[in-house]
């Protein structure tokens, strides 16, 4: 009789493990809709994209990554005919609505902008996290403990109180709507993470090795350098894509302190309107090459990924 | 490069005091790896919230540097308490925080116990689960109000093609009851695998032999379940609630792209309020009350939280 009733985890039956996987995959399919929305939408043209009901099968156009990239006035058909012939794809498409392209937009600068400041912050959180990780894994830190919370306690702050006062600061220092402001702001928060999940990371290379080296003649910091970091280097990685997804992602701050050179993505895509409200197709373009390095990372990082979300907490 | 630089020093320095050089104490070494990060969290997070404390006693402007400011005590706190609109705006945080945790614990609960039957394939749905949650909250949020759009938009039609309620009146966004639920939809769809990811952790964690002890007792699926299973594996809930908790309180990029807070202030949780009060009506001192409230508020909870969890733990 045991052999056929369902032995509930110990051995699902057959049946109950049929009927798990199509619900997971029911739900998988239902949750990546939006996000399969918004690819098909960027290859839409403007009037498929608002067309009712909404069109499943269209005729794909790359008109919305002109749009992103471009800047375009409404002209007379009498003064576009004047014009030589269209140069490229682009150009043809945009006549085509009576309008000339008047030169780029600003999505590419935002998108630099935002890889300078991801890239640049990851740098520096991950560098003073190492420090820090090895400092509090391998040395009797007084008050360690204390000093840990404290570190991660700045978490719990909400991102608009404190953007009140690093404004006020900002403003004070020249700092107000500069990568280096926003690269030195992102560092302060993701450094937090960087020494939590770095310190979990580092704690499981067993401290042998280091001996092993110092006794070999090797000073502390020879054999920090030459023994632990090669071997937290899974862990670097890892630590380095988090931080730099939290960079990538992050939009309070942003908005509330850049507005012009140092602005990125996130609280630009909103931005991207085109005659009549918003440009869909566009802003679906623009959603469309910000989220695609994420799916990369976030299947770099599959394994690593519940201990990243936890702060270390929990390990598999 | 450090220590390259250590021992360059070194080889040119006489014998006895390369040794010093070369051989730093551990204990200075500890300071000089963490002091960075320390320095750098006192003047970008300490720093400020100092400055904050201070502000929050004062009714400085920021869009009015040159007028004197003047101390009032405790009046801006004494205000904030006073406020209607406030504790409006408080409750309406704590709705919205109940159900997305609610929501998202039940559901994300269900699925991770439905994945830990270990179907076939189920490495690869439990990844494609995960992507919304890695997605930027402001780039996905905003493209939901799309989604949103009365008529045009692909939830509006799908929700009006199953109900049978014309498009047109399917109003996400801009109807005062429908509002609060497209935000909690949007932040159930983004973080249900989040909670999912930590419950399966959980569920994993329990050892089989349990279970196989269980199976020799006869105990029913039911009882294996309500004794063995939700026990074990609630330590792991309750960390990703506290998380999402702590998260979901300070929510600030969905709600200021799908609704602003709108209609009204049906959807004004505590960060947007803050907002419009900090960057918009420019009442720096107020807002700074405000802020230091809501952070002594996360941290208070988060703190009777973690000894809850760690009796839990100790269990």
Same mark, same amino acid.
């Given at each position: ?49 608002? =067309? ?62 935002? /890889? ?27 008050? =360690? ?29 020249? /700092? ?8 030195? /702001? ?68 942003? =908005? ?27 802003? =679906? ?32 | ?65 040159? &007028?004197?400011?003047?101390? *009032? ?15 409006i705006a408080?409750q309406t945080t704590a709705h919205f925080v109940f159900w997305t ?31 919304? #949650? ?7 949020g905003n493209?939901w109000r799309f989604l949103y759009e009365p008529?045009?938009g692909?939830f509006s039609?799908?929700i ?9 009146s399917i109003q996400m966004l801009s109807n005062v009851s429908l509002a609060p639920w497209s935000i909690i939809i949007v932040d159930t769809w #983004? ?11 959980? *569920? ?10 269980? &199976? ?21 809930? #309750? ?9 979901n309180?300070?929510m600030f990029d969905m709600v200021n792209l799908l609704t602003g807070g709108g209609p009204g202030s049906t959807t004004e949780v505590?960060s947007i309020t ?26 208070? *909870? ?14």
């Amino acid at each position: 009789m045991s052999l056929t009733t369902a032995h509930s985890v110990v051995a699902p039956s057959a049946g109950s493990k049929r009927i798990a996987g199509a619900i997971i995959i029911a739900y998988a399919l239902i949750s990546i809709v939006p996000l399969l929305w918004i690819f098909a939408t960027s290859f839409k043209t403007p009037p498929d994209s608002i =067309a009712y009901p909404p069109k499943i099968v269209f005729q794909p156009s790359i008109e919305g990554y002109c749009n992103l990239f471009t800047t375009r006035t409404r002209q007379t058909p009498e003064y576009i005919n004047s014009l030589g012939p269209a140069t490229g794809f682009c150009d043809e498409t945009v006549r085509k609505r009576n309008m000339v392209i008047a030169g780029p937009s600003n999505f590419l600068p935002r998108f630099i902008n935002s /890889l300078v400041i991801a890239f640049g912050s990851t740098f520096c959180a991950v560098f003073l996290g190492t420090l820090s990780a090895y400092g509090f894994s391998r040395f009797k830190v007084p008050l =360690a403990d204390d000093l840990l919370f404290f570190i991660l306690s700045t978490r719990f702050m909400p991102p608009i109180a404190v953007a009140i006062p690093i404004y006020l600061m900002y403003r004070e220092l020249g /700092l107000s709507d500069t990568a280096l402001g926003m690269i030195l /702001l992102y560092t302060a928060v993701n450094v937090s993470l960087a020494v939590w999940l770095l310190k979990g990371f580092i704690d499981e290379i067993p401290r042998e090795y280091e001996e092993a080296a110092m006794i070999d003649g090797y000073t502390r910091l020879q054999a920090f350098w030459r023994t632990v970091l090669p071997q937290a280097t899974t862990g670097i990685a890892a630590t380095a894509i988090f931080c730099l997804i939290f960079a990538w992602n992050e939009y309070a701050f942003a =908005a509330l302190l850049t507005s012009g050179t140092a602005q990125t993505a996130p609280p630009f895509i909103p931005t991207i309107i085109g005659e009549g409200g918003q440009d869909w197709p566009a802003v =679906a373009a623009g959603t469309t090459i910000f989220l695609v390095p994420i799916l990369v990372f976030t299947i770099l990082l599959r394994k690593q990924l519940l201990r990243g979300i936890t702060f270390g907490a929990v390990r598999k | 490069m450090l220590n390259r630089t250590a021992e360059n020093v070194a080889r040119a320095t006489p014998e006895p005091l390369a040794r010093k050089v070369r051989g730093i104490s551990d204990k200075g070494l500890a300071w000089l790896f963490i002091s960075p990060t320390i320095l750098l969290l006192l003047a970008i997070n300490i720093f400020p919230l100092f400055w904050a404390i201070y502000l929050s006693f004062t009714n400085f402007r920021a869009n009015r540097p040159n &007028e004197v400011v003047k101390n *009032l005590g405790f009046a801006n706190y004494q205000r904030i308490l006073d406020d209607q609109d406030i504790w409006i705006a408080m409750q309406t945080t704590a709705h919205f925080v109940f159900w997305t945790i609610l929501l998202q614990t039940l559901i994300g609960f269900t699925l991770a116990w439905l994945i830990d039957r270990k179907f076939r394939g189920h490495a690869f749905w439990t990844t494609l689960i995960l992507v919304p #949650m890695m997605l930027s909250p402001a780039v996905v949020g905003n493209f939901w109000r799309f989604l949103y759009e009365p008529q045009i938009g692909l939830f509006s039609y799908v929700i009006s093609f199953v109900s049978g309620i014309p498009p047109t009146s399917i109003q996400m966004l801009s109807n005062v009851s429908l509002a609060p639920w497209s935000i909690i939809i949007v932040d159930t769809w #983004m973080w249900t695998p989040y909670v999912m990811l930590i419950c399966l952790a959980g *569920l994993r964690s329990i050892p089989e032999y349990i279970y196989e002890a269980a &199976e020799v007792d006869r105990a029913s699926n039911w009882r294996q379940f309500w004794s063995i299973t939700l026990p074990m594996a609630l330590p792991f809930i #309750m960390l990703a609630v506290l998380f999402r908790g702590i998260e979901n309180f300070k929510m600030f990029d969905m709600v200021n792209l799908l609704t602003g807070g709108g209609p009204g202030s049906t959807t004004e949780v505590a960060s947007i309020t803050l907002k419009r009060q900090a960057f918009e009506s420019w009442r720096t001192g107020y807002s700074s009350a405000f802020a230091i409230i809501l952070f002594v508020a996360v941290f208070g *909870l988060a703190n009777i939280y973690v000894k809850a969890l760690n009796k839990v733990k100790q269990r």
